[in-house]
Every structure is written in structure tokens, then in C-alpha cells.
């Protein structure tokens, strides 16, 4: 091999660790930390200090998909184990327990940024009696700690990088917002657009029984 060549060769191989800097592959955990301003998963596995009386559980429906019943009330959350966003450990969501809200995001879609600061702020105002917990949906953990430190989001978000509970709740559109029982049961599903604060903390009142 002539010296020029050999040069050339040994500058590819010092470039190619570089070329996967932003290139994980869907569903690798972010880097711990990340410059994320979003909370830790930490006690979302435990229901909120104040979550108030629980409602009375309804019948549950038969066992299937979600999409089995228009709003997926009564079913379960899924078996997923998503990394979470700050930190980068496995969460799994089945393990949830409300009362809790779900949103699912990404920087990419404009309705989630009218969304994402109402959900902030009734995170901020509700936070002992509901959980509030982002999906960050088939995105870049860094484009969404970017988003979220420029509308001032705090809440803890894990990452869902192949949009699988997407997937699972039959939905093509962002954002969609799930509403958990203290038992980790759906009890809605909200597929209809941006929430405000007003409409979001009704919601949670009908559904899940929890005032603010």
C-alpha cells in the first residue's frame, strides 16, 4: 500500500466512530443525561402522594389489542419497556400507576407544541394527585431536550424511538393523550388534537376521578 493511500485509509477509520454519533438505532436508550431538562422516571411505578380516592374499577374488557374498543378503556397498558429519556433506564409502562396522564410527542409535530406547555403547567399545578408522563414518539431524544427546554417541559418522558405504542393503540397522528387508573388501566383515550388546560384538567376529572 503506497503512504498516500495508507493516510487515507487510517483518516476513514478515525472518521467512521463519528459518522454514528446521531445514528442509533431505533429503540437504543439516548445518552444518559443528554442535556435533558425533563424529570427522571423515578416513582411513576408508585401511585402520586395525594392521588385521592380511587374510583370504582368497571368492568374490564374482553383481552385483545387496544384498538378492540374505540377509546381502549379497560385495557391494560401494554408490555413495553422504553429507556427513559433523563437517564436512560428501562421503564416499563404496564407498570404505571395513576392516576396519570400519558401524552405522547415529538418536536416534529406542531399540535404537540401548543400541547406541551398546558400539559406543563397542569403537571405543575396537579403533580401530587396525577402522574404526568411524555411518550416522545419516534424521534431524536436530542431534538426533543432541545423542544423542551425552549417551552420549559419538566415533566419525565421516556422514548419510544419505533413508535410502538403508537402502534398499539391503532393511531397515525400525534399527539394522543391516555388516561391510567391508580391500577394502570386505560380509562380514555383522547385522539382528537392540542388539549388546553381547562379541557385537559376536565378529563382528568371525568376519567380518573382526580380534581385540580
Sequence with gaps: MSPARAVAVAVLLALL????????????????????PLAGCAGLTEPPPSPGPPLSPGPPLSPGPLPASPAGAGQPLPELELPCLTGGEPFRLAELRGPAVVNLWASWCLPCRDELP???RYADRAG??????GVVTEDRPDAAAALAADLGIRFPAVLDRRARLQAELGTA???VTLFVDAAGRLRHV???GALDQPELA?????HLGAAA
Design 17 to 36: 466512530p463519528l459518522a454514528g454519533c446521531d445514528g442509533a438505532a431505533p429503540g437504543d436508550p439516548p445518552a444518559a443525561g443528554a442535556g435533558s
Design 118 to 120: 398546558a400539559l406543563q
Design 128 to 133: 401530587d394527585r396525577v402522574h404526568v408522563l
Design 173 to 175: 397522528v400525534l399527539p
Design 190 to 192: 383522547h385522539r382528537t
Design 202 to 206: 376536565r378529563l382528568v376529572a371525568e
